[in-house]
């Protein structure tokens, strides 16, 4: 019995010493990859921080933009319709004017002015 124990402990003590060679050796080998992973895990995450900042200052721009055209618009618009109102006057001015000249017959003062446009 006293040599059973003997091969029993001599056993354990084998088992503990691959137990720890084969931690040791893993860690070894595994520690170096292990780490280029996390640094490569570190630089993306940092990258992808970095993106999202630049995608929400983009959006932001991107919104100024339109609301800019849009205010653009608005005052193109505006002008436009002015301008519009300012020029009735005058176009009707310029009708009874050429009516006149022309002793009010409107196809008269057509006729006449795509003469003179052509020269005729």
Known sequence: MNAWLIRLAGAGLLIL?????????TTNH??????TEQDQAAQCAAARDNLAGL??????????LTL???????RAEKAVSEAMASAQDDYAAANR????????????AASS???KELGL
């Open 17 to 25: 010493l691959g137990i720890a060679v084969g931690t040791w050796a």
């Open 30 to 35: 595994f520690r170096p990859l292990l780490d």
């Open 55 to 64: 995608a929400q200052e983009q959006g932001k721009a991107l919104g100024d």
């Open 68 to 74: 800019a055209a849009n205010e653009r618009q608005a």
């Open 97 to 108: 004017l050429q009516q006149e000249r022309t002793g009010g017959d409107q196809c008269a």
């Open 113 to 115: 002015i795509i003469d």
